[in-house]
């Protein structure tokens, strides 16, 4: 009865952000057979951890427990992609603040290039774009699904955009 | 404002997350500034672009499937999970809490908790109903602590005008009132708060005789439940037993004083 009852009120926590859990996955794992299973295996690691959720979001915390089952994962398979992408984020300054930007020529149906891009990004801004873009979540929430400062959320989308926005644009006359 | 500031600040511009202060600088440097203002416009053309696209990627049906037979499976103690490793500590913790519940259950059954069986079902109905509103930042639709705001706005929404009390004074202050849904029926949710705990209590009319407070627990919250003078009252929260008791007596004191038992 009591487990029941547990299960009754995780499923009512939990599956009214399955769409945001496999979306999370499928774009940090780029992967739908990979995105599926590991959303099933957060569920499950949220589930026994359920005992224990006393906020008031359930959604970020049940994506930030998805976030993390994906970074195992992309740690344990593919150990370069999280290496190799790793850096200093208080370095970061944009240079090349001064040039002139572009007019970014972007149509709708430029779906698929803007797939690629996105695709393109290493894991950690790709994470932040996907939230803050496809999911519509406050810094606040993103900062604590993904364990960073805010400021860190707001360099790494800035970093992200610029990245974007360079892959989108013609490749003419680039000074930076 | 100068152009570097404003590129710092541009994200958090476009994402809404600057003050209004700092909002009105960036507006104005990029009313004056030809090249940031194209910058801006860059942004917005990208976040058009990723709104307007299909790369949102929902959940197929399948995994709706999966998860909840995965959740199925472990209420079977005896069947592995399929594809997790065993998990020892878990499983000690697991024995653990069913023992508690035993415990719990039969020290309940001493202290006389027990409701007719045909309300368990809406003591598990309100008590999900209270997680709900804990979980969808959704506490209130009507947030203030004065009940002369809190029960006119009521009137219209509801086919009967529940009884509202402020219960600052004794130390659990109304936070607002909501409209929900149980039993079949548009129901009246009051909201409390005692320090950081929440209470809601949910009150409908009922043509059943009157009932004396009895209290359940269900799955860490407390539940007390009475009947009086033709409202149903159900108050739900994690406080302590006693503390809840106590504001149930305080609610059936102040809501019908004069209703004979």
Redesign the interface.
């Known amino acids: 009865m ?14 009214p952000h ?2 945001a ?3 999370l996955a ?2 940090l794992l780029r992967n ?1 057979q990979d ?3 590991i ?3 957060a ?2 690691r949220a ?2 951890s359920f ?1 224990g959720f ?5 959604r970020a915390w049940f994506l930030a427990i998805v976030r993390n089952t994906c970074y195992t994962r992309l740690q344990h398979d593919r150990a370069h992609e999280v290496a190799t992408t790793s850096f200093d984020d208080d370095l970061y300054s ?1 240079d090349c ?1 001064a040039a ?2 572009e ?6 149906a ?2 698929q290039l ?2 690629q891009a ?1 695709e393109a990004l290493p894991v950690m801004f790709r994470e932040v ?1 996907v939230l ?3 999911e519509g979540l ?2 606040k929430d993103i900062a604590a699904i993904a364990g960073i400062p805010l400021g860190t959320v ?1 360099s790494r ?2 970093r992200a ?1 610029q990245r ?2 360079e892959q ?1 644009s013609p490749p003419i006359n680039k000074e930076c | 404002m100068n152009c570097q500031d404003t590129r710092m600040l541009l994200d958090g511009y476009v994402d809404g997350e600057v003050d209004l202060v700092r909002s009105l600088e960036i507006e104005r440097h990029l009313q004056s500034c030809a090249v940031c203002a194209q910058r801006y416009a860059n942004y917005q053309t990208l976040r058009n672009a990723i709104r307007a696209s299909d790369l949102y990627v929902p959940a197929p049906p399948s995994l709706h499937k999966r998860i909840h037979a995965a959740v199925l499976q472990t209420s079977k103690p005896e069947t592995k999970p399929r594809g997790l490793p065993q998990w020892s500590p878990g499983r000690w913790l697991a024995s653990a809490a069913t023992a508690a519940a035993v415990v719990l259950l039969v020290w309940g059954t001493a202290r006389g908790w027990s409701l007719p069986s045909a309300d368990d079902r809406l003591t598990q109905d309100v008590t999900a109903d209270h997680v709900r509103s804990l979980m969808a930042t959704h506490l209130a639709d009507v947030a203030s602590s004065d009940q002369h705001t809190v029960k006119p706005w009521f009137d219209g929404k509801l086919d009967f005008s529940p009884p509202v009390e402020d219960l600052a004074q004794e130390g659990y202050p109304l936070i607002g009132g909501r409209l929900d849904y149980l039993a079949n029926h548009p129901v009246a949710a009051l909201v409390y708060q005692r320090r950081k705990h929440v209470i809601n209590l949910f009150i409908w009319p009922s043509t059943d005789s009157e009932r004396a407070m009895s209290t359940v627990t269900r799955q860490g919250y407390y539940v007390v439940h009475w009947i009086r003078a033709g409202m149903t009252y159900w108050a739900v929260s994690d406080l302590s037993v006693a503390e809840l008791e106590m504001f149930s007596h305080l609610i059936q004191q102040r809501a019908a004083p004069t209703s004979a038992p």
């Open positions: 009591q487990e029941r009852m547990k299960q009754a009120q995780f499923e009512e926590a939990v599956v399955l769409d859990a496999y979306n499928r774009w739908d995105a599926e299973d959303v099933q295996e569920a499950m589930l026994k005992g006393r906020g008031s979001d359930g944009p603040a002139n930007p007019t970014l020529l972007l149509q709708s430029d779906t803007l797939r996105v774009v803050r873009e496809l406050s810094y707001m989308l800035a955009r974007l926005m989108l």
